[in-house]
Structures are given as structure tokens and as C-alpha cells.
């Protein structure tokens, strides 16, 4: 189903949906302005602070495989600069896109990124990395083979890396199938370099509410004094009921309690955003896509700051 701006505000329509579902419409997130960062398809949104100035990174689009821009502060003006990713890898279909890109700095000093591409021969999504030795690359790619590609997983998806007492983590999203589980948040542990995976990997969290419809991705960590909050997104990319929540834990590894009610989402940003998701959070703010056009057919970035109380996030 999909909202479109008529008779009946967004806002109220999908508030309606929610309620039907038995979901929450927080009040006081309404009163929190979004800030439109870049007004064109920029999509899964990364951004990177470097001695530099901002760099953010977007899923494939007509401007090339990874997107990428710059700003001198956060609040822009942003730059369009172009393509990040020197090369289709090896394993990756020419024509498949790449989706939600990760970059990271090393100890050593290059970037790393991570990405996600369609395989070669109508396999399932992978997940890639590259290395550059500049924000802006151009990323190479790292090997002939992804870094994950777990076939009982229908896909994966969505890379975001994590280092947590001087050990690097990699989380990410399983796809599930419509005739098996569904989708899940997983931690899996990399060397130091970030290029190769250690240990097994431990689930997170999975889509178990009826609001998510089977659906959680694009994780994001952020560890506070008591606590680990992991933001994520749920629901169908392509609705208006696309939102962004987050859950808790003691520690990394869980166990991880979701929210009450989402963290961002149409209905509690007063319909100011349609369907708020694929988010980053840096220096307590947190960046997001959200659709455009009533036709959903690009997806922009915005950004909102983040409070906390007793360590649990807020916006505006």
C-alpha cells in the first residue's frame, strides 16, 4: 500500500495503519525538523567525518556505483564527486548496483569499504570490500570472492563496521526467504584489517513484530556509557511505513531489546518525511533517506540530532 498527499494528510493516514497494528505514534517527535541535505537520489546514506571535512556515500545510482559527496561541516552545503568505486569486483553481476556502502578508516590509514552486489549469474547479494587511500578512493576492490555470502541466507546485505575494544565487527543483514525465516541482524567478528571474517557469527535480532513485516536492516551501533543501542530499519524500503527504530543490550553481543515505538517514521515526524530509513548516526546526529516524490522513485538525505536520556536516543 502506498500514501499519497490528497484530502487526508500523510501523517494522519499513516498514523491510522499504525494504530490499526498496534503500534505507538510518539508526539514529541513531531515537533523535530528535519534538515534536507541533498535534494536528489541518495539513498542508504554513510557519512564519514575526516580531518577533511564530511563524506557521504549512497547506493548506486545514475551518477555512478558508489555515490559519493562532501561537505565542510554537517549541515552542508553538500557536494556531488562523483564515483567511489574504481571497478565492478569480480564475483559482482555489471549491471546488479551496488547498495549501502560502509567507509571506514584504518589504523594504518586507508579506507575501507564495504558494499553490497548482486553476484554474477543471477546469484543472491553479497557483501564486498574495497580499499582506497583516500576518502573519496577510488576503492579497489579486495579479492575474487565477497567477504559474505552465506547461502542459507537468501542474501546479505547492508554492511556497517564496528570496532569495540580494539576488535573489528562486522553487522549485517540476512534477506531470509518467504518460505523460511525472516530477516535478521547478524555480528560477525573481522581481522584487524577488516578484509577477513574470525569466530562464527551471532544473530542480533530478527523481524518478529508484525509492524516490520518481516523485515529489519541497515544496522547501525552506537555504544553509550550503560549501554549499546543498535538502530535499524523495518518494514518495505518502498512504503510510507518504513521507519527506523533501535534496541539495547549490556553488551555487543545481546541480548538486544527493541524499543517500544520506532525511533523515526512518517507518522511521528508529522508526515514531514516519508519513510524514514537506511540510517547512520556520527557525532549525535543521525542521517537518513527518505522518499522525494509521492511516486517514491528517489530517495534524498536528511539528518536530525539526537538526544539522549539515561542513555536512550531522541530526536530534535
Known amino acids: 500500500m502506498k500514501f499519497t498527499r490528497g484530502a487526508v494528510p500523510l501523517a494522519t493516514a499513516v498514523a491510522a495503519v ?3 497494528l498496534g503500534g505507538h505514534v510518539p508526539a514529541a517527535a513531531a515537533e523535530a525538523t528535519p534538515a534536507k541535505l541533498i535534494d536528489a537520489d541518495f539513498a542508504d546514506p554513510d557519512v564519514l567525518r575526516t580531518d577533511a571535512g564530511y563524506f557521504a556515500y549512497s547506493t548506486s545510482n545514475a551518477t555512478g556505483k558508489v ?3 562532501s561537505a565542510a561541516n554537517a549541515d552542508g552545503p553538500w557536494t556531488p564527486r562523483g564515483d567511489a568505486l574504481a571497478r565492478v569486483p569480480a564475483w559482482a553481476a555489471e549491471d546488479g548496483g551496488f547498495w549501502a556502502p560502509d567507509v571506514v578508516r584504518r589504523d594504518d590509514g586507508r579506507f575501507l569499504l564495504y558494499y553490497t552486489g548482486a553476484s554474477r549469474n543471477g546469484g543472491p547479494m553479497c557483501i564486498g570490500t574495497a580499499l582506497g ?6 576503492f ?3 579479492g575474487e570472492q565477497p567477504l559474505i555470502c552465506v547461502p542459507e541466507d537468501s542474501g546479505d546485505i547492508d554492511p556497517q563496521t564496528f570496532v569495540d575494544d580494539g576488535r573489528r565487527y562486522l553487522l549485517y543483514k540476512s534477506n531470509g526467504a518467504a518460505a523460511g525465516p525472516p530477516s535478521a541482524i547478524w555480528l560477525q567478528e573481522l581481522t584487524a584489517d577488516g578484509l577477513t571474517t574470525t569466530g562464527s557469527r551471532r544473530e542480533l535480532l530478527r523481524a518478529d513484530l508484525q509492524e516490520e513485516k518481516g523485515v529489519v536492516e541497515a544496522p547501525v551501533v552506537v555504544r553509550r556509557p550503560s549501554k549499546y543501542l543498535l ?3 523495518a518494514d518495505t524500503y518502498e512504503s510510507s511505513t518504513y521507519h527506523t527504530s533501535y534496541a539495547t543490550a549490556p553488551t555487543l553481543t545481546g541480548p538486544f531489546v527493541k524499543a517500544p515505538a520506532p525511533l523515526l517514521s512518517t507518522a511521528g515526524l508529522g508526515g514531514q518525511v516519508d519513510g524514514p530509513g537506511g540510517a547512520d548516526v556520527l557525532d549525535d546526529r543521525i542521517f537518513f533517506h527518505s522518499w522525494l516524490t509521492a511516486e517514491h522513485t528517489a530517495r534524498g538525505l536528511f539528518s536530525l540530532p539526537l538526544t539522549y536520556q ?3 536516543p531522541g530526536v530534535g
Open 140 to 142: 579497489e576492490p579486495v
Open 231 to 233: 538502530f535499524y530499519a
Open 18 to 20: 499504525l494504530v490499526l
Open 133 to 138: 587511500d583516500a576518502p573519496g578512493g577510488p
Open 310 to 312: 539515561d542513555d536512550l
Open 67 to 69: 555515490p559519493y559527496a
